[in-house]
């Protein structure tokens, strides 16, 4: 790649790009040229156009000029993404895993996904025409968010408070802090607003509108009220990070966000797009293991299972797992976690397996020096 940028930096240097587009220029100047004339000279139409032609012909062998050192890079350019970049991602690929499915699995995964990234239109088109069973509701739902999210972005909090307020029971529910946070974001917005009388805006909204939360966020409250003692110099105070974070807005509009699809029963994330997400991060190692599987004439057997451990960041880590220490393999349905009397966990096919596969058979726990019979062994759910 090094190579192409070197290339590039030489036809700037060189003035390339510069004498190409001067060439453009030139000839659209003598185009504009010639019909000014023509126009202010009927009967010159003729001679003019003869003019013209060569002129063109002049101006179109200089583009062809410059245009040859663009080309040759842009064919070099080509050439280093396709060696770079080409790699044969069928490679990554088990058919197994993705089995085609006459329930519209994955239609109504993209279909969703638009309708959460606000792109209704082409969320409808796709829905009439794959013909997905999506009601008409969630997506009146999403449409309420992006307008929120809109009057957000405007500095506007009174659509995303009304949401809140009219949600208030749920979001409780819910530990949320959401309310709280806008009335918050409201006052702090007032308190900092450059008008002048923003700090008396702000003790007003505070009388009129904070009351309700005296129960639960009477701290915050009062940290808010004290903000009065440094109004002259905010930036140097303890509330300067509570006033003037500069990703206030984001923070509030990530978390209305969050609780809006929490209570739709949706993650904030669309699935589509973390699944999407992980692949990419995934594909490297896959395709590794897909060229080594080739050499070694090997299949990939494991059915809901990747044949290697593949590390994603922990915000893609959604459940608890379970790996048992005996066979070191995680735990499923079928082949669930167990606790022994001692209180040790293994898989239930490690217990069988520690048992000879009688359910009255005393064993030793690997772990400790108890013994027990697997019949004594219970479930564990994380
Ligand atoms: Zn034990």
């Known amino acids: 790649m090094d190579a192409i940028t070197k290339e590039f930096n030489r036809l700037e240097k060189n003035g390339?790009?510069?004498k190409y587009i001067d060439d453009v220029d030139g000839l659209i100047e003598l185009l504009q040229k010639t019909r000014k004339t023509i126009d202010a000279a009927p009967q010159s139409r003729r001679e003019q156009l003869a003019i013209l032609k060569s002129g063109?012909?002049?101006?179109?062998?200089?583009m062809a000029e410059s245009q040859k050192d663009i080309y040759g890079a842009l064919s070099k350019y080509a050439k280093v993404l396709d060696k770079k970049f080409k790699v044969d991602i069928e490679a990554a690929y088990n058919p197994n895993a993705f089995p085609q499915s006459g329930d519209k699995l994955l239609d109504r995964a993209v279909a969703m996904h638009l309708i959460r990234d606000g792109q209704f239109q082409v969320a409808d088109k796709l829905i009439q025409e794959a013909d997905l069973d999506i009601p008409e509701a969630l997506e009146q739902e999403?449409?309420?968010m992006y307008r929120i999210l809109e009057s957000l972005k405007q500095k506007d909090l009174g659509p995303a408070i009304e949401w809140a307020a009219s949600k208030r029971d749920r979001l409780a529910q819910s530990g949320s802090n959401l309310e709280f946070n806008l009335h918050s974001l409201q006052f702090v917005h007032l308190f900092t607003h450059p008008n002048g009388n923003g700090t008396r805006l702000a003790l007003e909204y505070a009388r009129e509108n904070f009351a309700v939360f005296g129960d639960r966020y009477l701290a915050d409250i009062s940290k808010l009220m004290c903000a009065f003692l440094f109004q002259s110099n905010l930036q140097a105070s303890p509330y300067a990070s509570t006033f003037l974070s500069p990703s206030a807005w984001d923070d509030v509009a990530h978390s209305f966000t969050k609780e809006f699809c929490s209570l739709l029963g949706l993650s904030p994330d669309s699935p589509l797009y973390l699944a999407a997400l992980a692949g990419a991060i995934a594909l490297p190692t896959l395709l590794k293991v897909g060229s080594i599987m080739r050499e070694k004439q090997t299949e990939w057997s494991s059915e809901n299972e990747l044949p290697v451990e593949i590390p994603l960041?922990?915000?893609f880590q959604f459940h608890a797992i379970f790996v048992c220490p005996v066979s070191k393999e995680q735990t499923t349905d079928e082949n669930p976690p167990m606790m022994m009397p001692c209180g040790h966990i293994v898989a239930k096919d490690s217990l069988a397996r520690m048992s000879k596969g009688n359910p009255n058979?005393?064993?030793k726990?690997?772990?400790c020096p108890n013994?027990?019979?697997p019949n004594q062994a219970i479930r564990v759910y994380f």
């Open 142 to 144: 999403f449409m309420d």
């Open 361 to 363: 058979q005393r064993f």
């Open 16 to 18: 390339s790009f510069d």
């Open 313 to 315: 960041p922990p915000s």
């Open 365 to 367: 726990c690997p772990y």
């Open 56 to 62: 063109c012909t002049s101006w179109t062998n200089k």
């Open 371 to 373: 013994e027990s019979i």
